[in-house]
């Protein structure tokens, strides 16, 4: 199995809303990521947590929280966002320093 | 800090030719990896091919190589017999061997496969 989950795959949500992004992963990775990407850009680093623990944090506004609950689960709490953070956001995971594998993403649109 | 940069934002190529996509980066690492992700319209980040700077030898997959130049720090992709399963845009990506667990992206280059 070398599938990455994310749910939903598409969320629109108000500016006052608090939504949760989800990732799941069984292939025992202990790496998990969360990126950013807008249109015709690459992916920027969000959040990456290694052993359950969050290692990286690369100066996210704290309208965006990162849960890691397990080894197998990533998610992205959601609250008061803006307009710009409309975005498609990528879920990966990866042995350590070695090649991440990617979620299908959640298309998120603030409005 | 480690960049990576991909000079060509577009190209075009026909059915069943070659191309070469440009990549370089920067690091003081002497431990890395090095990768190609491919993303078409379906947005899903598929890997293409991977090489660990300590192996001489290019990898290939398939259709797929590199031409690694670590002095010239240099990570190019050909893709041989192009085909319009290929159309999508292409990133290059660089992690180091140490304990980051950081993956860095090049700007990607928009591969158009032409019929």
């Known amino acids: 199995d070398t599938e990455v989950t994310q749910t939903p795959k598409h969320l629109v949500m108000g500016m006052t809303n608090k939504k949760s992004l989800k990732c799941e992963q069984h292939?025992?990775?202990?790496?998990m990521y969360w990126y950013k990407q807008k249109a015709k850009k690459p992916p920027e680093l969000m959040f990456v947590?290694?052993?359950?623990?969050?290692?990286i944090n690369e100066s996210v506004p704290s309208r965006f929280s990162p849960e890691c609950p397990n080894s197998s689960l990533l998610n992205l709490h959601l609250h008061a966002l803006q307009p710009e953070d409309s975005a498609l956001y990528l879920c990966?995971?990866?042995?350590?320093?070695?090649?991440?594998?990617f979620g299908q993403g959640t298309r998120l649109t603030v409005v | 800090a480690q960049t990576v940069t991909q000079s060509q934002p577009e190209m075009s190529v026909q059915e069943a030719e070659t191309v070469t996509l440009s990549c370089t980066y920067d690091t003081s690492e002497s431990n890395y990896y090095l990768f190609w992700y491919k993303q078409p319209p379906s947005r899903q980040m598929i890997l293409v091919i991977r090489?660990?700077?300590?192996?001489?030898q290019n990898a290939t997959e398939n259709r797929f190589s590199v031409n690694f130049q670590k002095a010239a720090k240099s990570f190019s992709l050909k893709i041989s017999d192009s085909q319009l399963g290929d159309t999508a845009m292409y990133f290059c990506a660089f992690i180091d061997g140490g304990a980051t667990n950081k993956l860095i992206f090049g700007t990607g280059t928009l591969l158009a496969v032409q019929p």
């Open positions: 292939m025992g990775h202990r790496a």
């Open positions: 947590y290694s052993y359950e623990k969050l290692s």
């Open positions: 990966a995971s990866s042995h350590f320093n070695t090649e991440a594998f």
């Open positions: 090489q660990e700077a300590y192996k001489q």
